[in-house]
């Protein structure tokens, strides 16, 4: 048996040249720049490089926030190709602001489970990476015991390999929400869809990393939930887990 997770990047390894979550006061335009350094689940040091990072500095206080103005500054990676990444992240509005840095993950989406309908989080039953949304319960358990009156929420990132405008398709059965990069692009969430294949546009850089989330719910009888898409360079099809990531938490 050959241990494939000694060889990939661990989380809980990964070391980040930051020693503080807490930012304290930030000025803008002033670019914090730091290091991270993948190792290896056995600890050794990362040097196949190839890891995407997430950076993000969240404003821990609204006040004083114009209208439209979203408190979070998206930073960069760049790999330096040796398990090196060079961080930044520069914030357009002085305050206080926490630190983030995820690692994205190739091969699925997280999934929450919620034994109702309305996503409530003393009702979550399960949380789970789902490398794929294609599912077809019938009238079958989509929660652990839970058949009908109830909704999951699906998060992560979508990666392309073209830069073009792809189709969002969802088939579902019964109310469904989809965010892409932010933007609420499908919300048949009050109501029954009027039509099993609801469709939407969307451009996308390639090899970027792309926020998805996506909320479904099953009132009663048949449940289906579906995630496809396509472009000029792509067929209709299920979205693949090699084009899914989930993040987890490096700080």
């Known amino acids: 048996i050959i241990d494939d997770d000694d060889k990939r990047t661990c989380s809980n390894e990964t070391t980040i040249g930051h020693n503080e979550k807490d930012l304290g006061i930030v000025e803008?335009?002033?670019?914090?720049?730091?290091?991270?350094?993948?190792?290896?689940?056995?600890?050794s040091p990362q040097t196949a490089g190839g890891d995407i990072l997430k950076i993000v500095a969240r404003k821990l206080s609204n006040d004083n926030v114009p209208h439209g103005f979203t408190p979070?500054?998206?930073?960069?990676?760049?790999?330096?190709?040796?398990?090196?990444?060079?961080?930044?992240?520069?914030?357009?509005?002085?305050?206080y602001y926490e630190l983030n840095v995820y690692l994205l993950i190739q091969g699925?989406?997280?999934?929450?489970?919620?034994?109702?309908?309305?996503?409530?989080?003393?009702?979550?039953?399960?949380?789970?990476?789902?490398s794929v949304v294609n599912f077809t319960w019938g009238t079958g358990p989509i929660t652990t015991f839970g058949r009908d009156f109830v909704s999951v929420r699906w998060v992560g990132y979508v990666m392309p390999l073209f830069s073009e405008t792809y189709t969002f398709w969802l088939d579902v059965d019964d109310h469904v929400r989809l965010w892409i990069d932010g933007f609420l692009l499908i919300d048949w969430w009050g109501a029954n869809a009027p039509t099993r294949m609801l469709h939407v546009n969307h451009d996308l850089m390639a090899f970027q990393?792309?926020?998805?989330?996506?909320?479904?719910?099953?009132?009663?009888?048949?449940?289906?939930?579906?995630?496809l898409w396509s472009s000029v360079n792509t067929p209709i099809e299920t979205i693949p887990s090699?084009?899914?990531?989930?993040?987890?938490s490096l700080y």
Not at 123 to 130: E, F, K, Q, Y
Not at 243 to 248: M, P
């Open 108 to 130: 699925g989406l997280k999934a929450h489970y919620y034994t109702d309908t309305f996503l409530t989080d003393s009702r979550l039953d399960v949380i789970r990476t789902d």
């Open 209 to 227: 990393p792309h926020e998805i989330v996506l909320e479904y719910r099953d009132i009663v009888d048949n449940a289906t939930a579906r995630l």
């Open 72 to 95: 979070t500054a998206i930073g960069k990676a760049v790999d330096l190709e040796d398990g090196t990444y060079e961080c930044s992240v520069n914030a357009t509005l002085a305050g």
């Open 28 to 43: 803008a335009g002033t670019p914090l720049i730091f290091n991270a350094s993948a190792r290896t689940c056995s600890g």
């Open 242 to 248: 090699s084009s899914l990531l989930y993040k987890v």
